[in-house]
């Protein structure tokens, strides 16, 4: 089964799924983590000859998925849904990333080392937007010590098995290969307002 078809098995199972759809159909804002989620945990670093008091962090790069890319900044340009970005790790590269894609400042957020909550808790109050109203998509520990500030949990096949039972769904798919748009895909279908909806529609049948 090569990765179309698993996707859409995948896809169609969940639309089976009362209870998740339900859930889905409430979700105004995805919260992600950007590396195993948006990449794949790969951090590129320079080899060179730099000064002691060189700031590293400017030279790290990263890999990002052209696909994921093009659904949320898409997803983003027509109102459709808000996503927000939010890092452990303090770089540029991340920041550049959601400029591109137009993610408002306020909800990217880098360098949160050890208390993701209290940005979810700011987007929260500042958009008005209730527990069950925020997916969050994350692969590691910071991610899942989030799940009762968000209402749906997700994430990733890459993350590690002992975190996968405490996701209310699994992307089959890693981090950085398209996971977050197959992601994107399912939470924009079954809210009807998908900007691929006929496509998918037609690949269903």
């Known amino acids: 089964m090569n990765n179309a078809q698993s996707d859409k098995k995948w896809f169609l199972e969940n639309l089976n799924n009362k209870k998740l759809i339900d859930q889905l159909k409430q979700i105004k804002i995805i919260i992600t983590d950007i590396d195993g989620c948006l990449t794949d945990a790969s951090l590129m670093l320079a080899e060179s000859q730099y000064p002691e008091d060189t700031d590293y962090s400017k030279f790290k790069g990263k890999s990002f998925c052209v696909q994921d890319g093009f659904g949320i900044s898409t997803a983003i340009k027509n109102n459709l849904i808000k996503i927000a970005f939010i890092s452990g790790r303090t770089d540029e590269a991340t920041k550049i990333r959601a400029k591109m894609l137009g993610i408002a400042d306020d909800l990217c957020f880098t360098g949160i080392d050890n208390n993701k909550i209290e940005k979810i808790k700011l987007i929260q109050n500042k958009y008005n937007i209730s527990k069950e109203e925020i997916l969050y998509f994350g692969d590691d520990l910071l991610d899942f ?61």
């Open 145 to 205: 010590e989030t799940v009762d500030a968000t209402g749906i949990k997700t994430c990733p096949a890459n993350t590690l098995f002992y975190f996968q039972n405490q996701a209310d769904l699994i992307i089959p798919r890693v981090g950085g290969n398209g996971a977050f748009r197959l992601l994107l895909d399912l939470v924009l279908y079954v809210q009807n307002k998908h900007f691929a909806q006929e496509f998918i529609d037609k690949s269903l049948k």
